[in-house]
């Protein structure tokens, strides 16, 4: 079984200040790890994933994540935030023999307010 | 390319109504997997289908049941709607069901049980 934390519900911030949205994984296997975004009224959008290789991955909208496996941790960055930054993240997971476990178990999102 | 299409995009129920909702994958991909969004609960995983084959479901009562078709096009159905089922159902599609396929999200079906 697989269970993803995300430690904070709400993270409030001005714009142009620095960020960090908390994701701890629990899993009996290895996983692949993923942070999805959700706007108001909007479906899921996939901002970054990790499969393999270098632990610190980047999307094009500035944030990155880096992957600790000693502390089973996926911790989404960003240096400067946007207003337009303001939305819901989902951190993810899924095993990587996929198969019969091909499916995502998500996080209770933190909802990122960037206020002017 | 067009993305995952979801219909309808909003409906209302009554408690012990039946529902059916549609969703058409991003051309050529394969696999299609549901999703609940509640408040409380968060995004549970319903269902996945792959070949027009159930190949995983989520803990969800049996009311909850879906299909796919040739085109890998899939519907899901709720029987006997319950409050309890209001929700934004999600729908997404990926090329393959392979762990590290990319899933694409659909922007999902508001339904609203009375």
Not at chain 1, 4 to 27: G, H, M
Not at chain 1, 75 to 85: T, Y
């Amino acid at each position: 079984a697989q269970s993803v934390t995300q430690l904070d519900s709400q993270v409030p911030v001005f714009e142009e200040a620095p960020v960090e949205l908390r994701c701890n994984y629990s899993s009996s296997v290895s996983v692949y790890l993923f942070w999805y975004v959700q706007y108001p009224n909007q479906g899921l959008q996939l901002l970054l994933k990790y499969l393999s290789g270098s632990t610190l991955v980047e999307s094009i909208n500035g944030f990155e994540a880096e992957f600790n496996k000693s502390q089973t941790s996926f911790h989404l960055r960003k240096p400067s935030v946007h207003i337009s930054d303001t939305a819901e993240y989902f951190c993810a997971v899924t095993s990587r023999g996929g198969g019969s476990n091909y499916k995502l178990t998500f996080g209770k999102g933190t909802l990122l307010t960037v206020n002017p | 390319k067009a993305g995952v299409t979801q219909t309808p995009r909003y409906l209302i129920k009554t408690r012990g109504q039946q529902v059916t909702l549609s969703c058409s994958p991003i051309s050529g991909h394969r696999s299609v997997s549901w999703y609940q969004q509640t408040p409380g609960q968060g995004l549970q995983f319903l269902f996945e289908y792959f070949s027009e084959t159930q190949r995983n479901k989520g803990n969800f009562p049996g009311r909850f049941s879906g299909r796919q078709f040739s085109n890998s096009r899939s519907e899901m159905n709720v029987s006997t709607l319950e409050l309890g089922d209001s929700a934004l159902y999600l729908c997404a599609s990926s090329f393959l069901p392979e762990a590290g396929n990319t899933i694409y999200f659909g922007e999902g079906s508001w339904l609203t049980v009375v």
